[in-house]
């Protein structure tokens, strides 16, 4: 493997490590969320509406111009045409930032899992009352286990393409399965639990009654849905450019968001109803992963069998972070790859990753450090945004996590991918797509239904998610 660049060794593995991406964090935590408080049922109708629209059109579109280019982001766009690059670098610019606090966010959720397995055997793995509080704003327990997920993250991405990422996505996936079906039945056992299915699933169709609230679910659902599916940001077009020209472009793109939405349902019906079973506000952000839910397990389940559910519970949520994070850490060592080889250069993908990984961890350390806007007032080493640059204060400036999210999620996502459905749908007209579809012999099912997506669809999607965010962050 000369160039550094490698393949993926099935397609089984392929569709692995890409549900692994695409399955993480936002699954977990932010789906359940979004959808009990944006009319429950109502939300998930509008939400598998926007994956049919625009998902499977998006995810089709960044895996065939990874795969026809065989290059990551940047390289990509840049084969397609030198005035597109730009449009690559938006993808990983974003990836490289959310990196940091993904990978802080994923430290604390081993932090989470190694306090139950310590419960387990007997010892006290999280000591006193209002863990979560002090944790935060614990600054060497937070970097350290930063450092350590980071540390996790470069070691697999090390291991190249199908020697690392795959490897280790086609075991971790499926344990991932297993372990989430086991906290479900655990939890669909418990008396109160169906208070937490009812929260999610009971469609609010008043959502439907005026403009206002359909615009306000909408949005809510679009932003989800890209976030979730590892849209806009490079992810599947570096996953993409691994694959055989021989596997089916069309069918897998249709497999992965359907796999991330049935995994974003079942981890709603984990949480939802477990907090609900034992009295628990269903919250939101942080407090829900790890407030609400460790006091679930440790208090609410309670002895050796609440340990066991909450090790299996943080245990799956790492799995689920940690597939996701090294296909962020992927997108920025395929970049930096790709360059070397376009001029001739040798690239070492070891020394490559290593140091990606660390500059990432370097500029992603203000989010560890403000202990998620805990701030030097309450213990932690550095001011959030707000209070650093004397600015107003508002939902992107309450903590470096939301101002880095603000400038990835917010503003260089959803520019690149309306950039990229414009570019598919008007400029470079759906024959590449076609092509890239149908090079292995497969038929390309439904090519007017995607040229549709792509033309107009796609394009008023992601103006409204474009709007909606920078509303969140700024409002
Ligand atoms: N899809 C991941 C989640 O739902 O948590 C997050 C993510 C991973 C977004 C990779 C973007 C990406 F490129």
Request: net charge neutral; aromatic share 14%.
């Amino acid at each position: 493997m000369e160039n550094s660049k490698g393949q993926w060794s099935s397609n089984f593995g392929f569709l692995m490590a890409a549900i692994g991406s695409a399955v993480g964090l936002g699954n977990i935590w932010g789906f359940p969320y979004k959808m009990g408080a944006n009319g429950g049922g109502a939300f998930l109708l509008i939400y598998v509406i926007l994956v049919v629209f625009v998902g499977f059109a998006v995810m089709l579109g960044e895996l065939a111009i990874g795969r026809r280019t065989g290059k990551g982001a940047v390289g990509a766009y840049r084969a397609l045409s030198r005035k597109l690059t730009w449009v690559g670098y938006m993808g990983v610019g974003s990836a490289f930032l959310i990196l940091g606090f993904y990978s802080v966010l994923g430290g604390m959720v081993m932090r989470y899992m190694l306090g139950f397995l310590v419960n387990l055997f007997g010892g006290d793995g999280f000591g006193a009352e209002g863990f979560f509080g002090s944790w935060i704003a614990n600054m060497p327990g937070m970097v350290g286990f930063y450092a350590l997920f980071m540390l996790l993250n470069i070691t697999i991405v090390m291991g190249g393409i199908s020697g690392g990422i795959e490897k280790f996505s086609r075991i971790a996936m499926p344990a991932l399965a297993v372990m989430l079906v086991t906290v479900i039945v655990y939890v669909a056992c418990q008396p109160g639990a169906m208070e937490g299915y009812k929260f999610m699933f009971v469609p609010d169709f008043s959502v439907f009654d005026s403009l206002k609230s359909f615009f306000s679910v909408l949005k809510a659902a679009a932003g989800q849905m890209f976030f979730s599916l590892s849209l806009g940001m490079g992810a599947m077009i570096t996953y993409g450019s691994y694959l055989s020209k021989s596997e089916d472009l069309n069918r897998n793109a249709i497999i992965i968001p359907v796999a991330d939405t049935i995994v974003a349902i079942m981890a709603g019906m984990a949480v939802m109803p477990a907090c609900s079973a034992f009295g628990m506000d269903y919250g939101q952000g942080p407090g829900l992963l790890f407030n609400t839910l460790q006091t679930v397990f440790m208090d609410g389940m309670g002895g050796f069998i609440g340990n066991l559910m909450g090790f299996l519970f943080y245990t799956l949520v790492f799995i689920a972070a940690i597939t996701s994070s090294i296909s962020l850490l992927e997108v920025n060592t395929a970049y930096i790859i790709d360059r070397k080889l376009e001029k001739g250069k040798k690239a070492n993908r070891r020394s490559i990753t290593a140091i990606m990984g660390a500059v990432i961890f370097i500029v992603g350390l203000p989010t560890a450090l403000d202990g998620l806007g805990t701030n030097v007032a309450g213990g932690a080493l550095i001011n959030n945004p707000a209070i650093t640059f004397g600015l107003p204060s508002v939902g992107a400036t309450a903590d470096w996590l939301d101002f880095y999210d603000m400038i990835a999620e917010g503003i260089l996502m959803p520019l690149g991918s309306l950039a990229m459905s414009i570019i598919i749908g008007w400029v470079f007209g759906s024959r590449m797509i076609k092509e890239e579809a149908t090079c292995s012999g497969h038929v390309y099912k439904g090519e007017k239904f995607y040229n549709i997506c792509f033309r107009y669809i796609v394009p008023v999607i992601m103006v409204i998610v474009l709007y909606a965010q920078i509303q969140t962050f700024f409002g």
